[in-house]
């Protein structure tokens, strides 16, 4: 059985049998592709090295308002610091008042889509073009700035709601674009945890997140899209809500966070597909090629058998890992990822 890169991580999504285990970053920082392969672009680095997948984002406007500080179209207020991704400082809305007369950005503008379109055309039925949208924290959150999104949590939560309700509002118009034009897999890429615990208490994900998480991964899935559901920390207090609201896999199962890659496989296995998670921030960073190369084999080992899993970092390739340490992962993975599994 040989397949192309779309149909692998398509089959593994539906948790069907497969040539070899899938593999792909959501993003691979410039700075690594640069020490690997110079003078290669993400897309051609993804060729190159044999990746499944070509992770895209929508296209959004921003207007610079001091030196490295930007506003995007939603109006939250960023910091770049020189890495992959901005840091949020500060959102438009704090008030019920502010979010009455909020305009969010366009979710049929044209503009949005044009480098969704150009990766279609390059790349569709060869790699899956993954896009990256969002569904229920990410964005609500830093519309706020973090601490009033906490702060008001408690002391308004209607006002979160609403917050919550236009962003899925938006997101699936968003997708009703995006299918439009092609797409078949979505991400969403908001974190609900850190390393110690979900960053709200499970009472309140299961009262003002899980419905309408349920609303727009429900949404993803009328129109037809798989999804893979993204987020870091130690999600184990709202692991069964997060699987309950429909995806079809979740990433990274964070071993920063003390996630267990085999016990959430013999759990959730036959129900989605994993998708993880060699340590990014301490073995790919910081360990040998002889570290890397053992727990790169040990995901293989716990998690390849019966399908459904997709080999990864354990969040993304960021521009501290060390280059030798992800030539060594993904050798690994091309010597140990064929089926069947024989680690």
């Known amino acids: 059985m040989s397949l192309t890169s779309e149909e692998r991580i398509l089959k593994t999504l539906r948790l069907e049998a497969v040539d070899r285990i899938p593999t792909f970053e959501w993003f691979v920082d410039k700075k690594v592709i640069e020490a690997i392969h110079p003078g290669l672009s993400y897309q051609e680095f993804v060729y190159r090295t044999d990746q499944d997948a070509i992770c895209v984002d929508l296209n959004y406007k921003s207007e610079e308002l001091e030196p490295n500080v930007y506003r995007d179209e939603w109006g939250i207020v960023k910091k770049d610091t020189g890495e992959s991704h901005t840091y949020p400082i500060d959102g438009p809305i704090k008030t019920m008042r502010d979010l009455d007369r909020y305009e969010p950005p366009d979710p049929h503008a044209p503009e949005r889509y044009l480098t969704l379109e150009s990766e279609l055309k390059a790349h569709q039925g060869r790699k899956a073009v993954i896009l990256h949208?969002?569904?229920?924290?990410?964005?609500?959150?830093?519309?706020?700035?973090f601490e009033h999104f906490l702060m008001t949590l408690i002391q308004e939560p209607a006002l979160i709601e609403g917050i919550i309700e236009m962003c899925v509002d938006v997101n699936l118009k968003m997708a009703d674009e995006a299918v439009k034009r092609g797409v078949k897999i979505i991400y969403t890429g908001d974190d609900f945890a850190h390393k110690h615990s979900p960053m709200v208490s499970p009472a309140h994900f299961k009262k003002i997140f899980f419905p309408p998480l349920c609303k727009v991964m429900g949404g993803y899935k009328d129109r037809g899209l798989y999804i893979i559901k993204h987020t870091d920390g130690e999600i184990m207090p709202l692991i069964?809500?997060?699987?309950?609201?429909?995806?079809?896999?979740?990433?990274?199962?964070?071993?920063?966070?003390?996630?267990?890659?085999?016990?959430?496989?013999?759990?959730?296995g036959q129900r989605i597909a994993?998708?993880?998670?060699?340590?990014?921030?301490?073995t790919l960073t910081f360990g040998s090629v002889e570290q890397t190369i053992a727990e790169s084999?040990?995901?293989?080992?716990?998690?390849g058998p019966g399908g459904g899993y997709i080999f990864s970092s354990g969040n993304s390739i960021h521009s501290a890992v060390k280059p030798e340490n992800y030539i060594a992962m993904m050798d690994t993975h091309r010597k140990y990822g064929s089926y069947p599994i024989q680690v």
């Open 274 to 282: 994993l998708k993880g998670n060699v340590d990014c921030a301490q």
């Open 133 to 145: 949208l969002n569904d229920v924290f990410s964005i609500p959150s830093r519309l706020m700035g």
């Open 240 to 268: 069964d809500m997060i699987v309950d609201s429909g995806i079809d896999c979740l990433d990274p199962i964070d071993p920063t966070a003390g996630m267990d890659l085999a016990e959430i496989k013999k759990k959730y």
């Open 297 to 303: 084999k040990k995901c293989i080992e716990v998690a």
